[in-house]
């Protein structure tokens, strides 16, 4: 084996969500060595590999070892080192590490925590270029003495604290200490022994409420013996004299308001207790299985917002206690976001979320709620994001979860909910899922619900989605350029997701052909096409809210937000145009919105002439023009041209006309940009090209 690995038998790979037979294999090594790296939970080998933090060592295809690390602040934290005993000794472990810190090499360094009575542990360290930053003790229950390895990359820093932020208290209810007493080997009790991992020992601190006296005052002699030794190794935080009482008579109140005959049992009481005595103890989480826990309690105390002892509280499942972690490190990013500057609104959901996204199962489709539910937790233990569409007067109306897997955007829940605009959202969403996958430099999204709406299924035809067995596929290709390599491009996408060749392109395809390939596959460009492309200027009073852009404090209507299709008015006198064709956006300089600059590109589809009374009825949902605007810009004739565009994409970076000037010091191209005009291929290349780069020529 030594020699072979000397050959360069050996590859590394960073493992992605959906890799779920290499996975299995990790997390079999991680179980098998648990004495010395303890239980990490299974979840936390997903949302790692989700979050391209989990590192893999092959020999011939078959895993042999991994790392497993989070990214902190600005460090790097190693949770798992891990080689299977029949590789240790080859360097393994020092090129999984070096492979890490290379990746990684603009953060300060990397950082790990082990325990010091391991055999040899000091030279470990070492040799994978460590040294021993600190000494500090477990925050398990034997409080072990550990050391803090740190390898340094050798950044300018001061006094760069190499500790994690303070541990976070979490309760834990009488089910979760029943699976800590029954011991790691029983499969139903490992669901509440991740708790004691070291992924999430240096990041919580698990405590007991005196609520639990309660329970266990119910519970059989013997029994109630056994749990009282495990609660034992556990702090039991105490709040102030009599805060508790008042807390439990304000939270009984709130039950019976929502549900009359609250309490039905003595357990409800139990619960109720638990609560308030974690909350009165100062405690902001705790943690159960219990659905009645979850879906009834939870809500109620969710919403006491003049008790903020109780509004603070957050019940969870654990499954999503990795969630609320992220929401305390990274409390911006789930803060509400509009969308497209509307009045619409998209969140990540949240830990607390589960009831909301509950309100999404399909009973016309007969889902079962279990398995929804059961759903939801399954994809937060493997890493996926939900996030929750809201309407301008809060209303959740659609709600979707992802995962970024190599080079595909996985996408394994999407639901609209009834609306008067579902439609519209799903195709937002549709298209916004393209969009988020560009970013992510995937090249398909594949979305895989099995109770796909009829209205989402709808939506998904019209935004060119590929229905195939029983999911769906949109292309990414970011390519501009001939046909036959945005052939290439699109097998290399088909091949991601196990399905066959796309059509060859022949240079000089129709230009009807050409947009729809364009539209299939976006953001493609196909530049030996005859696809013919034109420049039209636009006044930032008609593109704020047209196009989005310039940005303005208001919020944009919302079907031209959400909208995939829109429409914008020009005299009737002949022009250049011809559709369909390629537009790109001239944004005329102003004082407000500064010099004048390109800031987009389009679709044409279709061009109608007629009379503004004529057009305005049957478009003025797809514009912003009132009727008096539409009659202003009539030719002397009477008639307008209504241009009818779809698949508007900003620029990341707008062009400024002295940029456009320098390119033509090149190539061809008009000067003047007032009445439509063409735009060469080439130049419109060098535009788009320039335009959707992060650097201004």
């Not at 000794?89 to 990397?110: K, P, Y």
């Not at 709130?254 to 005959?261: G, H, L, Q, S």
């Not at 298209?431 to 992510?440: G, K, S």
Request: hydrophobic residues 40%; contains cysteine.
């Amino acid at each position: 084996i030594g020699n072979m690995l000397q050959k360069g038998e050996l590859a590394l790979k960073y493992v992605s969500a959906s890799e779920t037979e290499i996975i299995e294999h990790l997390i079999e090594f991680g179980d098998t060595a648990r004495r010395t790296l303890g239980l990490l939970p299974r979840g936390a080998y997903f949302e790692a590999a989700s979050r391209d933090c989990l590192l893999a060592a092959l020999w011939e295809g078959r895993p042999v070892g991994y790392t497993l690390f989070r990214l902190p602040r600005n460090l790097i934290t190693l949770t798992h080192v891990c080689v299977h005993p029949d590789f240790q000794r080859r360097g393994i472990a020092a090129r999984l590490v070096e492979d890490v810190s290379a990746r990684h090499r603009e953060r300060l360094g990397v950082r790990a925590k082990c325990r010091d009575d391991y055999p040899n542990i000091k030279r470990v360290w070492h040799g994978l270029g460590f040294t021993a930053a600190s000494a500090t003790r477990g925050r398990g229950r034997d409080q072990a003495p550990m050391t803090i390895w740190w390898r340094d990359h050798g950044h300018p820093h001061l006094f760069t604290s190499l500790d994690e932020p303070p541990a976070l208290r979490v309760a834990i209810d009488i089910n979760i200490l029943m699976d800590l007493r029954a011991g790691s080997g029983q499969p139903r009790a490992e669901r509440s022994h991740v708790l004691l991992s070291p992924e999430l020992s240096g990041r919580i601190e698990l405590v007991v409420s005196h609520g639990l006296e309660r329970d266990l005052a119910r519970q059989s002699a013997d029994r109630r013996e056994r749990l009282q030794a495990v609660a034992s190794d556990f702090p039991r935080p105490q709040g102030p004299e009599g805060l508790a009482d008042d807390l439990f008579i304000r939270l009984l109140g709130a039950m019976k308001k929502e549900i009359p005959n609250f309490p039905v049992t003595e357990q409800d009481i139990g619960d109720l207790w638990q609560v308030v005595e974690a909350a009165a103890a100062g405690v902001s989480v705790l943690l159960t299985w219990d659905d009645k826990l979850l879906q009834a309690i939870a809500p109620v105390v969710l919403r006491m917002d003049e008790t903020p002892e109780l509004a603070r509280m957050r019940i969870i499942n654990p499954d999503y206690l990795v969630i609320h972690l992220d929401e305390l490190t990274h409390a911006a990013a789930y803060e509400p976001k509009a969308l497209e500057g509307g009045r619409f609104s998209v969140e990540l959901a949240r830990s607390d979320s589960e009831a909301i996204l509950m309100s999404f199962l399909d009973r016309a489709k007969g889902e079962p709620r279990r398995e929804l539910r059961d759903r939801l937790r399954g994809l937060a233990r493997r890493g996926y994001k939900h996030s929750v569409v809201r309407a301008p007067d809060g209303t959740p109306v659609a709600c979707y979860a992802r995962v970024v897997d190599d080079e595909v955007l996985r996408v394994s829940l999407f639901r609209v909910a009834a609306h008067p605009v579902a439609e519209t959202v799903a195709r937002y969403l549709l298209w916004f899922l393209r969009r988020t996958a560009r970013e992510a430099h995937a090249k398909v999204v594949e979305i895989s619900d099995p109770y796909l709406s009829d209205i989402a299924a709808r939506a998904a035809s019209y935004e060119s989605y590929c229905h195939v067995g029983d999911r769906w596929y949109a292309w990414v290709i970011d390519h501009v350029g001939p046909g036959m390599t945005v052939s290439a491009a699109v097998n290399s996408a088909c091949q991601l997701v196990g399905l066959g060749p796309a059509p060859l392109i022949a240079p000089r395809m129709p230009a009807q052909m050409t947009a729809q390939y364009e539209r299939t596959w976006w953001p493609v460009k196909i530049t030996d096409s005859s696809l013919p492309h034109f420049a039209i200027a636009i006044q930032p009073r008609w593109s704020a809210d047209l196009l989005g852009a310039p940005p303005t404090l208001l919020p944009r209507p919302d079907e031209l937000a959400l909208g995939r299709e829109f429409v914008y008015y020009r005299n009737g006198r002949k022009s250049v145009l011809v559709a369909p064709a390629r537009i790109v956006w001239y944004l005329s300089g102003h004082q407000g919105s500064g010099p004048a600059s390109f800031i987009g590109t389009s679709l044409l589809d279709a061009i109608d002439t007629d009379t503004p009374d004529s057009l305005y009825p049957m478009l003025s949902h797809y514009g912003v023009f009132r009727l008096s605007d539409v009659h202003d810009v009539a030719d002397k004739n009477g008639f307008v041209q209504a241009l009818r565009l779809s698949d508007m994409e900003l620029f990341s970076t707008p062009v400024s006309r002295s940029s456009y000037l320098r390119l033509l010091e090149k190539m061809p191209g008009p000067k003047a940009i007032q009445a439509p005009v063409n735009m060469p291929t080439a130049t419109f290349r060098a535009i788009y090209t320039l335009g959707m780069s992060n650097s201004v020529m």
